[in-house]
């Protein structure tokens, strides 16, 4: 039987699970739950918070992020996250408490696999970031180093927010 003393050294927290989500979890997802995870561990919330990272199509299942993702996460002192390209699986609905696409496509899609009742998990990353005239988070794939900087400017700012 617990006394009230024993209430005082038990810490009970709630861990939010948040799943970041792009198209083929090899650049924008990863980037993005690279600085939430620095950025929670900058604010002593790494205990409350658990980001993994997931893509609507995953073309490149099991892949690691690409290496240009990997080199703007570092030229500003951020640690990649350790994952493989993954496809968003119906248990993700469940588990994650929040589930935050990159792009209004990767939105669109995430509503057709979600579950009504879970539809509500769903957002923009950027619908968190304060002070940006965009909401998506351009795919770099394409692009040249530039378009990673870019991309790590915003998931920046979704995640601060």
Known sequence: ???????????????????????????RSPMAC??????????NLSHQLKFESAGTHAYHLGEKPDRRAEIALSSRGYELVRTRSRRVSAKDFEDFDLILAMDANNLADL???CPHFHLAKLRLLLDFAEGLNVNEIPDPYYGNAEGFERVLDLCEAGARG
């Not at 039987?1 to 650049?27: E, F, P, S, Y």
């Not at 690279?34 to 604010?43: E, G, I, N, R």
């Open 1 to 27: 039987m617990l006394h009230r003393k024993d209430l005082n050294t038990i810490k009970l927290v709630a861990m939010t699970k948040l799943l970041m989500v792009c198209m083929a979890n090899i650049c």
């Open 34 to 43: 690279s600085v939430a995870q620095k950025l929670a561990a900058d604010t």
């Open 111 to 113: 509503r057709r696999l």
